[in-house]
């Protein structure tokens, strides 16, 4: 079994920056790809960013050159740089992980993060 616990969200200012990390406990090392996905009230969930163990990133068209996502493999921990934050930003953040093992896919309990002036 594997827990994702998420932290960092909070109110900002557009044009500002927060980081976002997420921390895996459990079954941590039969984890490939982490990533994170958001959701924004009355849509669906839709995907950030995604980093594979072997260092592969995929990004969403609209957060390419504003955020950068990373990992730290010893700390089993995942990371989301944002900057140039914007409005159409706000949403509620859920870390993710894939198990290639069991074919399972787990999630944090999610963390807001709320762009406004």
Known sequence: QVQLVESGGGLVQPGGSLRLSCAA???AYSLNTMGWYR??????????????SGGSTRYQDSVKGRFTISRDNAKNTVYLQMNSLKPEDTAVYYCYAHNPYNLRDYWGQGTQVTVSS
Do not use: D
């Open 25 to 27: 406990s459990g079954s």
């Open 39 to 52: 959701q924004a009230p009355g849509k669906s969930r839709e995907r950030v960013a995604t980093l594979t």
